[in-house]
């Protein structure tokens, strides 16, 4: 997707400034949840459980903890956004569109991972009166507090930012000139402020050129937690027993 400067600009502020109302406590309160962090290592360690064997094969392992760490898991993105928030008019220049969109991407999907994660927090807390112990949480009561947080559209739209981001990286690698470009950007990157974010994309880049075949791996995550995702909503017994 080819984005126009003022498009791109205008995007990041917006997702910038959400995910900074997101993630403030004064302003949102549910960020005081004493479930909040629990949840997020829970559910960072369901994601490996889930991609064990991704994280195992050689050549999809990086891919998989560029996701899980970078992306998807229970991860800080604050370092990286403030890059971003700080000196945009310096990454119009250092960097090209097609990497701005990703980073976009990666804020939007921050933005809907957190809030969900709010809104989870906050669904377990009735669910597990009493004091906050981790081992207290299972899937049974994960798939309750999944339930009543809802918005199963915007959780699709969470699965699709993850495939688009992948996709993204994956047709950027195959540009002999972009992966040039965003290593002759290293140092005006780090000299502008950017680091967090050049490390970012070059962990991106660095995990997508070792793969043979992105497509049927993007493929199969968006497969494995669709699924996940509409057993969790259905009620499943067992809805991380895929097959």
Known sequence: MKWHESDIGHR??????ANACWRDPTRELRNLSPWLAPLQRWQSRRLAASFADFIAAPGTRDATTFFLTDLYGDHD?????RDVSRVMPMMKRVLPDELLGTAADAIELAVLSHGFDLRV???LEP??????????????????????????????RQIDLIVRIGSTLDAAVHKPWLARLLRASRLP???????????????????????????????EIARREG????RLFAGVAQPFALS
């Open 189 to 219: 990157a780090r000299v502008a402020g950017l680091g967090a974010l050049q490390g970012f994309l070059e962990r991106g880049f660095a995990a997508f050129a070792k793969m043979d075949d992105a497509g049927a791996f993007m493929a």
């Open 12 to 17: 990041l502020e917006r997702l910038l400034e």
């Open 77 to 81: 993105v604050s370092a990286r956004d």
């Open 127 to 156: 669910l597990l009166p009493g004091s906050v112990d981790e081992s207290r949480l299972d899937a049974g009561t994960y798939a309750e507090a999944y339930r009543r947080a809802g918005l199963p559209r915007l959780r699709t």
């Open 121 to 123: 927090a906050t669904a």
């Open 227 to 230: 699924e996940v995702s509409r």
